[in-house]
T-cell receptor, first 112, second 115 residues
Framework: DAKTTQPTSMDCAEGRAANLPCNHSTISGNEYVYWYRQIHSQGPQYIIHGLKNNETNEMASLIITEDRKSSTLILPHATLRDTAVYYC?????????????WGAGTKLIIKP | NAGVTQTPKFRILKIGQSMTLQCAQD?????MYWYRQDPGMGLKLIYYSVGAGITDKGEVPNGYNVSRSTTEDFPLRLELAAPSQTSVYFC??????????????FGEGSRLTVL
């Protein structure tokens, strides 16, 4: 079962920051949080990941709360091409390997 | 760069038929994965491989088989297709060095319908 909870859908105006929340209250200390997105029915695309520190790359910023029970993905200047389903995922250890446990994601619609 | 290539993109099967979904990657990644995605849902891991000759079950392996004879190829075999296997199948690959695993690179998906 998914270890994350996300809103089913969100809207954001073009040019504004899109803030996507995620709850992962049962996350363990060594489990990473990953974000991927899926545009239409294409293969998912990696966005960013983090453990406890905030992270930023050319696509987005990831803010993780100090207790690690929730996080927020920030797209600083959303464009119409950012319309997609965004998945917040916890990477768990299974035997000697890792698996990503996917939930249903948030459908983000960017409006002109 | 081709990245991860899946074939076929679409297929309709009759109940009880068998088929193989092909997946190839040209990034020299050691890890490869097969996922399925049902409508409105996230991805479920079927099988994965950490290198040639090594495969392991994911969350939903029943009804599927895999093999990994080369680094590049990771075919997924469906035996005795059932309507419950109607789904979109995604192949992915990633590197892993010294216990550090990189991001997953996905193919464009194979849409399978079993009637």
């Amino acid at each position: 079962d998914a270890k994350t909870t996300q809103p089913t859908s969100m809207d954001c105006a073009e040019g504004r920051a899109a803030n996507l929340p995620c709850n992962h209250s049962t996350i363990s200390g060594n489990e990473y949080v990953y974000w991927y997105r899926q545009i239409h029915s294409q293969g998912p695309q990696y966005i960013i990941h983090g453990l406890k520190n905030n992270e930023t790359n050319e696509m987005a910023s990831l803010i993780i709360t100090e207790d690690r029970k929730s996080s927020t993905l920030i797209l600083p200047h959303a464009t119409l091409r950012d319309t997609a389903v965004y998945y917040c995922i916890v990477r768990v250890a299974v035997d000697s390997n890792y698996q990503l446990i996917w939930g249903a994601g948030t459908k983000l619609i960017i409006k002109p | 760069n081709a990245g991860v290539t899946q074939t076929p993109k679409f297929r309709i099967l009759k109940i009880g038929q068998s088929m193989t979904l092909q997946c190839a990657q040209d990034m020299n990644h050691n890890y490869m994965y097969w996922y399925r995605q049902d409508p409105g849902m996230g991805l479920k891991l079927i099988y994965y491989s950490v290198g040639a000759g090594i495969t392991d079950k994911g969350e939903v392996p029943n009804g599927y088989n895999v093999s990994r004879s080369t680094t590049e190829d990771f075919p997924l075999r469906l035996e005795l297709a059932a309507p419950s296997q109607t789904s979109v199948y995604f192949c992915a690959s990633s590197y892993s060095i010294g216990g550090r695993t990189g991001e997953l690179f996905f193919g464009e998906g194979s849409r399978l319908t079993v009637l």
